[in-house]
T-cell receptor
Framework: GEQVEQLPSILRVQERSSASINCTYE??????FPWYKQEPGENPKLIID?????ERKQIQGLIVLLDKKAKRFSLHITDTQPADSAMYFC???????????FGKGTHLHVLP | GGIITQTPKFLIGQEGQKLTLKCQQN?????MYWYRQDSGKGLRLIYY???????QKGDLSEGYDASREKKSSFSLTVTSAQKNEMAVFLC????????????FGPGTRLTVL
């Protein structure tokens, strides 16, 4: 089946620095790219998403970039805080209108 | 707002046992999903349902059955639990299928002895 590759699998950054997570997808028909944050013991929650008619979206300290030619999208967290420590999943819609394919996740550790 | 509930929260089974997990949502969403979460493997789709009485297989459907008895509920059955299996099963729902936010339940943690 189609894949979404997500890197890195583990990311350690110092507090107040930036963190970047990168994902690539296969299906050129994909047009919706959500990012979910999962804190320990909790369920995943949507933090930001981008559609294919945009190249950049920002919500406070979260920035998502989309490069449709390269089939690549990324999440950038600026001014990281310990509360940003969590698992992050990227996803891409499939050609099928009902499914998204998730990446394997990035475990972000923000060190004080 | 709405909520998704999953029962049970923890499920302990024996090898070969048939086990059923339940999910309820009050968002009035048409599309519902079952995912399996294993450490280091992200979220893998087992089954999804576009509407009441509809069932669609995901990439990981072998060894599972599902049932969408009504719009608000979606059940998953492990047909024969595998020894030493451990995973979290997450239920989700969405208003617009794969083009909008999915809301996740708290999960059912399965352990097979």
């Amino acid at each position: 089946g189609e894949q979404v590759e997500q890197l890195p699998s583990i990311l350690r950054v110092q507090e107040r620095s930036s963190a970047s997570i990168n994902c690539t997808y296969e299906n050129s028909a994909s047009n919706y790219f959500p990012w979910y944050k999962q804190e320990p013991g909790e369920n995943p929650k949507l933090i930001i998403d981008i559609r294919s008619n945009m190249e950049r979206k920002q919500i406070q300290g979260l920035i998502v970039l989309l490069d449709k030619k390269a089939k690549r999208f990324s999440l950038h967290i600026t001014d990281t805080q310990p509360a940003d420590s969590a698992m992050y999943f990227c996803a891409a819609s499939e050609g099928n209108a009902y499914k998204v394919i998730f990446g394997k996740g990035t475990h972000l550790h923000v060190l004080p | 707002g709405g909520i998704i509930t999953q029962t049970p929260k923890f499920l302990i089974g024996q090898e070969g046992q048939k086990l059923t997990l339940k999910c309820q949502q009050n968002f009035n969403h048409d599309t519902m999903y079952w995912y399996r979460q294993d450490s280091g493997k992200g979220l893998r789709l087992i089954y999804y349902s576009i509407t009441e009485n509809d069932l669609q297989k995901g990439d990981l459907s072998e060894g599972y059955d599902a049932s969408r008895e009504k719009k608000s509920s979606f059940s998953l059955t492990v047909t024969s639990a595998q020894k030493n299996e451990m995973a979290v099963f997450l239920c989700a729902s969405s208003l617009l299928g794969g083009h909008a936010e999915q809301f996740f339940g708290p999960g059912t943690r399965l352990t097979v002895l």
